[in-house]
């Protein structure tokens, strides 16, 4: 992804996208002291931008980095982005961290906070496949507890197991592996989370131990203005067999389907088409 024509925006300014570096002495790629937002542009304007601006400054902040931009600097940045590389239909990731100071070691107190901005056109995360229901594998890692690492950040250090657990699934011929949080429950796929339907009603695991994703949030606001019951509670595995449909929420997932995990099969049903569709025309409103 590195040698192609393009521009970054880069610590307030746009840069050729061959020459956004950084220096092998950087704080985050030691110490993993970065964090980043995921965000989608439809034909133009990003949706929710502004939320993911202020989200990408919370997990900053979480992990005890002062974001040297405002939220509006922010989304300012992000369209400077797309502008210069006219892109309409585009992925967006911001990135923050820690670069290289006076010294080279945990403390970074004297490290400068740096930010930049990519975006690039992107289609569907899960493929074709989506409509015939993603396969997940169980992941053999847990999400941490939130006395463990600060859970409720977009932050780099958090996806060290998402990698490991998707190249698993993946060699499983799986699309994405589901985590269980530490205590055994149902928590979150590697880049988006859960939802399921039982009889029409929708339950999804409590958002207080992973990323409370803006999909998820927008989601369920939609179907609870639809009149579905939407149930926030904990999940047992268990209980994977009383749901009839399964499906994922992210920026990049969008609404994806799930057909199967494990050895449990979920049906592509009508509340999945509908919430998809409806996110879909959301987004393009
Ligand atoms: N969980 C994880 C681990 C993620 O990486 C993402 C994608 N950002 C999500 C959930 C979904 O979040 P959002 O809907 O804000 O994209």
């Not at 009889?199 to 179907?223: C, K, S």
Request: aromatic share 10%; glycine share 8%.
């Amino acid at each position: 992804y590195d040698d192609r024509d393009g521009k970054i925006w880069m610590d307030g300014k746009l840069v050729e996208w061959r020459e956004a570096n950084v220096h092998i002495l950087t704080h985050a790629l030691h110490y993993a002291s970065s964090v980043f937002e995921g965000e989608r542009c439809y034909s133009g304007k990003i949706f929710k931008g502004h939320e993911h601006s202020l989200r990408l400054i919370e997990s900053a902040r979480l992990l005890d980095m002062q974001s040297p931009y405002s939220a509006e600097e922010i989304d300012a940045a992000k369209t400077a982005v797309l502008e210069a590389n006219g892109f309409k239909d585009a992925y967006v990731r911001a990135v923050m961290w820690r670069g290289s100071g006076e010294d080279m070691g945990v403390s970074a107190r004297r490290n400068p906070v740096r930010m930049a901005v990519a975006a690039w056109e992107w289609g569907s995360y899960y493929g074709d496949a989506k409509w015939q229901g993603a396969k997940l594998d169980i992941a053999k890692w847990k999400r941490p507890s939130p006395e463990t690492i600060p859970t409720a950040a977009k932050a780099a250090g958090l996806y060290m197991i998402c990698t490991m657990s998707k190249h698993a699934a993946e060699e499983k011929g799986c699309s994405d592996a589901l985590f269980m949080d530490w205590e055994g429950y149902v928590a979150e796929a590697t880049g988006a989370n859960i939802f399921f339907v039982k009889d029409g009603e929708v339950h999804t695991p409590l958002a207080d131990r992973f990323l409370n994703g803006i999909t998820r949030q927008t989601v369920i606001q939609m179907l609870k203005d639809n009149g579905t019951a939407v149930h926030e509670r904990r999940i047992k595995p268990e209980e994977l067999d009383s749901f009839q449909e399964c499906f994922l929420t992210g920026t990049a997932a969008e609404v994806t389907p799930v057909g199967q995990i494990g050895d449990w099969h979920f049906q592509v049903g009508d509340t999945t088409r509908k919430i998809a569709e409806e996110y879909e025309n959301l987004v393009r409103a």
